[in-house]
């Protein structure tokens, strides 16, 4: 229990970081640098500690964090709503 309790207070001080970063006014190529790894830490600790993928082979869990990644590019790159938006750009004055 202390581990889970542990990585969740670790979770915290990472979104305490997240909003401090947000108040800072950085620039906003910095600021989306920042928060995506950030957010990427945050995913990886979720994933291993409260999902119980660092207790199985590590091959495993990392075709699985491979396999969601693909997935999430391939939809954001063949999805509908792209070609429509694109659309619009292209035809826009």
Sequence with gaps: MKRYVLVWLGLL???AL???LTI???RTGILLAGLLALAGI???LGLMYFMH???ERRSFALSLILAVLITV???DQFWFDAFRLLRQ???AP
Excluded: C, D, T
């Design 13 to 15: 001080a990472i979104v």
């Design 18 to 20: 997240e909003v401090i």
């Design 24 to 26: 800072a006014h950085l």
């Design 42 to 44: 945050e995913a990886a």
């Design 53 to 55: 993928l660092r207790y």
């Design 73 to 75: 590019v391939l939809m």
């Design 89 to 91: 750009r292209l035809s």
